[in-house]
């Protein structure tokens, strides 16, 4: 694994980026169905399903999924076809293949639950760091990084990380930055405001910068220079 890099943001900023979130993710926060849950198997089935597909459009998918298959075991034991007949009209129709696969791994490893562990959560199947990130944060409520495509965006255009070193470099900052703003013991409601954050408010055409909260802090309109510093994390 390449050594990761830690951030440490300025502590007014930061104090400013965690309470604005929190207050308008209270005030406009999105209510979703795997948003109502802490079951690690149906947060794993949203995030398979949110992969390239808008959250409108999942939504019965996966309440049917979750109806056919309630269970891990229930989805280890199901035929692929039966599977792939609820999932392949989403698109992307590995998708179907790569859930039963984890079902079957985790029973084999596991006797049907899901790993709490970012180590043997990776060791599954088709489980990326944003996955694990995504099932440690929401079901098992841990303080995890999570960096979809929309908390990337908003992450780069707050804190501006630096470019040097290339795309894997940029990367690792911005896991850094996104472990770093995790108000402790809050990180499940904290990823879920950064997710809507840059889907409704920072988003990738239109930004409402005009209205924004974080717009003081925010690099796109600030002159005072970065506010971040970044040093690498020796290995364990
Ligand atoms: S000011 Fe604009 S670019 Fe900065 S966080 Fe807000 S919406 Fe995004």
Request: aromatic share 8%; with cysteine; hydrophobic share 45%.
């Amino acid at each position: 694994m390449a050594q990761r890099v830690r951030a440490v943001i300025e502590p007014a900023v930061l104090t400013t980026f965690q309470q604005e979130l929190l207050a308008w993710y209270a005030a406009e926060g999105r209510d979703l169905p795997w948003r109502r849950t802490s079951d690690p198997y149906a947060i794993l089935v949203s995030e398979i399903m949110l992969q390239q597909t808008q959250v409108r459009t999942v939504v019965p998918y996966y309440e049917r999924f979750l109806a056919r298959f309630p269970t891990l075991a229930a989805l280890a034991a199901a035929p692929l076809a039966e599977v792939k007949a609820i999932t392949d009209p989403l698109g992307y129709k590995a998708r179907g293949e790569r859930l039963k696969r984890i079902a079957e791994t985790a029973m084999e490893r596991y006797g049907g639950t899901l790993p709490r562990s970012e180590e043997e959560l990776l060791a599954l199947p088709g489980i990326g760091r944003y996955t694990a990130g995504a099932i440690r944060s929401f079901a098992f409520r841990e303080d995890a990084p999570i960096l979809d495509t929309n908390v990337l965006r908003l992450l780069v255009r707050v804190f501006a990380p630096p470019r040097a070193g290339g795309g894997a470099a940029l990367l690792r900052r911005l896991w850094a930055l996104a472990e770093a703003v995790i108000p402790p013991g809050q990180g499940h409601v904290f990823n879920q405001a950064l997710m809507d954050f840059g889907a409704q408010v920072c988003t990738a055409r239109k930004p409402i910068c005009l209205f924004c909260p974080l717009r003081p802090i925010c690099a796109r309109w600030s002159s005072t220079g970065p506010t971040v510093r970044y040093a690498p994390v020796p290995p364990a």
